[in-house]
């Protein structure tokens, strides 16, 4: 023991020579180091560049005080009375008296009158302003800033393929409670720029489907005319649909299905959109695959839930979903295989005693995203149907003065409208 103390206390003695002599290295670098740096700069204060670099600054000096003063002089004597006075005199003649300065003043005075009364003949008139009632969004503060309005502005035609049309129905989707949270906020900031229809970022309508009648079009408008029927969806960064008048671009509109009334027409575009690009976008599901697919719908009882139970159902796909207890009837009849009743205390061990799923569709977000993980198969995945948060909506000062600067140039130089997660 005593050996190893020994040893121990030699080798912490090599350790201290080694880190004073590292120590005294650094200090003799470092004093080397300033030196050579002070050398440096006094030589560079003492060399002639430096000097010709001051004659050159100090001619400019000169030059900038001498300009000034000839401005200054040049002001001083064209605002003089008295030179005023003789430049007057030479312009008009020696001759002039009051009577010409009066008839002077009378013709300046008439020719203004003239001016605004033509510039005012020629002024587009204003348009009538026209209200409305409509659901909106009086602050990024939640559900509690929904209100009610009856004074909304009405939207008219602005563009040639726009198209007005009077609502007959109208929904509100989940991803409206997230606009009410500020969802796509920066995105549709920038785009209301560009709409005549928006005046301020708040009030903000609500509702994502519509449907209802054609009442006008813009010149450019080919597949749609007055009357027709109609049905649409709006993305989150346009102005909702939940108002007696909306205006859309004719690319979101379509024609309404006859035998669907305008209520039930209303509950579906925005919804079918979601629920279609689930199914055959994202889990590439059809008719000549779907068969030997096991699918689970989570959350089943909700409107883009209802949608994929029927098509995955049509498809051929066993399907299992999961919902409300007195909302099983309802999906046994839409095409659901097996039903599982939230309320349950042991759902969890149902599912897991099920063979997994190939495809798991989650309607409830991202809260439950590790309950539908649990019964996927390993080669399978998880598909969420509720909105992801856009980029834009995190973005800094940098970033978002860079974001709003490509959207300018992409909606002003290239036309660009489709934004996606943007």
């Known amino acids: 023991m005593d050996e190893v103390a020994f040893h121990l206390s030699q080798r912490l003695e090599s350790l201290q020579v080694v880190v004073y002599s590292a120590g005294q290295n650094g200090l003799r670098w470092v004093e080397q180091l300033l030196d050579k ?34 401005i200054s002089n040049t002001t001083i004597k064209y605002t003089n009375p008295t030179f005023l006075y003789v430049r007057l005199t030479q312009l008009v003649g020696p001759e002039w008296d009051q009577r010409v300065v009066m008839a002077g003043c009378v013709g300046l005075l008439v020719g203004t009158g003239i001016g605004i009364s033509v510039g005012l003949c020629l002024q587009t008139p204003p348009r009538p302003v026209s209200l ?3 659901v909106t969004v009086t602050g990024f503060t939640g559900v509690d800033a929904v209100a009610y309005m009856e004074d909304v502005v009405t939207p008219t035609i602005c563009s040639p393929d726009d198209v007005l049309i009077q609502v007959r129905g109208g929904t509100v ?13 920066v995105l549709r900031k920038q785009l209301n720029k560009y709409n005549p229809n928006v005046r301020g970022e708040l009030p903000l309508v609500l509702g994502r489907d519509v449907a209802g009648v054609v009442r006008d079009i813009g010149a450019a408008v080919t597949r749609l005319e007055v009357g027709d029927e109609v049905w649409c969806a709006v993305p989150p960064w346009l102005p909702g649909t939940l108002a007696e008048v909306v205006v859309v671009k004719q690319q979101y ?42 699918v689970l719908v989570h959350c089943a009882s909700t409107g883009v839930g209802c949608l994929i139970t029927q098509i995955c159902h049509n498809m051929g796909a066993h399907v299992s979903v999961t919902c409300l207890n007195r909302a099983a009837p309802v999906m046994s009849a839409l095409g659901a295989d097996k039903v599982f009743a939230l309320e349950s205390a042991d759902i969890e061990k149902q599912l897991l005693r099920e063979e997994r799923y ?39 000062l940098c970033l978002g003065f860079m974001y709003t600067t490509w959207v300018r ?14």
């Open 132 to 134: 409305m009632k409509a």
């Open 37 to 70: 740096g002070y050398d440096l700069a006094l030589s560079t204060w003492n060399s002639e560049q430096r000097q010709l670099l001051n004659n050159i600054i100090s001619q400019k000096i000169d030059l900038t005080i001498q300009f000034g003063k000839q």
């Open 173 to 185: 989707d989940p991803v409206d409670i997230k606009i009410c949270n500020g969802y796509a906020r």
């Open 409 to 422: 140039l992409a909606h002003s130089l290239f036309g660009y409208t489709s934004w996606g997660n943007c």
């Open 358 to 396: 190939d495809v798991v569709f989650n309607t409830a977000g991202s809260v439950a995203h590790e309950f539908c993980l649990r019964f996927c198969k390993y080669e399978g995945f998880v598909i969420t149907t509720i909105s992801s948060q856009l980029a834009s909506d995190t973005f800094g």
């Open 253 to 294: 509109v379509s024609h309404k299905p006859r035998t669907l009334a305008f209520d039930g027409a209303a509950s579906l575009p925005y919804s079918g959109t979601v629920a279609w690009d689930a199914v055959a976008v994202k889990a590439k599901l059809s008719v000549h695959n779907a068969s030997s697919k096991r």
